[in-house]
């Protein structure tokens, strides 16, 4: 490892992490799943629209997304999780 790999290098201490908690039930732990989003045929110039897959994490106690997981910003009314 030379001089500039070291340098670009982050010493980081499990200290220094803070974790995440879920805002609607405090729990800690998060699956990651796929959320399917449509990109029209008009946009990609293909004969038909596309799938695309998008990771996530969801809460694995209570099933919600964190605002800051959301692919979209999806305003709270328009989401069907809630």
């Known amino acids: 490892m030379n001089y500039k790999e070291t340098m670009n290098k982050p010493n980081i201490k499990p200290s220094d992490m803070k974790p995440i908690v879920c805002e609607d039930c405090g729990g800690m732990y ?3 799943v796929m959320a399917i989003n449509k990109v029209s045929k008009f946009l ?10 998008v990771p996530v994490f969801r809460c694995d106690d209570c099933g919600s997304i964190p605002d800051e997981f959301q692919p979209i910003k999806l305003k709270k009314n328009d989401r069907k999780d809630t």
Do not use: H, I
């Not at 990609?44 to 897959?53: A, I, L």
């Open 30 to 32: 998060f699956r990651q």
């Open 44 to 53: 990609t110039g293909q004969d038909k629209d596309t799938m695309v897959p």
